[in-house]
Nanobody
């Protein structure tokens, strides 16, 4: 079974940056689309970004466009989420998730494998 482990979260001031990592074990990520999701206290989980394994196409939530960048390093079997110009409303637990390979990634479809999450707190 594909296992995902997130890292890179922490406390950062507004305007700061963090890079989250999603590392996979037991299986290569080459065959999976990867999505990043987040859940703030008292709110539903929402899609943040995703990337296709076959085409490299990406998608972003409107709230993070221009600030966040998703990328993958197949050699390291890892997907990254670079988060710049962070805002307090970006606070939450960030999860990476995987689903079968598709040409176009979609954050609205069902993702099968999930990591445990990493906390991101944006506060002064």
């Amino acid at each position: 079974q594909l296992q995902l482990v997130e890292s890179g979260g922490g406390l950062v001031q507004p305007g700061g940056s963090l890079r989250l990592s999603c590392a996979a074990s037991k299986f290569t990520l080459d065959y999976y689309n990867i999505g990043w999701f987040r859940q703030a206290p008292g709110k539903e989980r929402e899609g943040v970004s995703c990337i296709s394994s076959s085409t490299g196409s990406t998608d972003y939530a409107d709230s993070v466009k221009g600030r966040f960048t998703i990328s993958r390093d197949n050699a390291k079997n890892t997907v990254y989420l670079q988060m710049n110009s962070l805002k307090p409303e970006d606070t939450g637990v960030y999860y990476c998730a995987a689903r079968g390979r598709q040409a176009i990634c979609n954050m609205s479809t069902r993702y099968v494998y999930w990591g445990q999450g990493t906390q991101v707190t944006v506060s002064s």
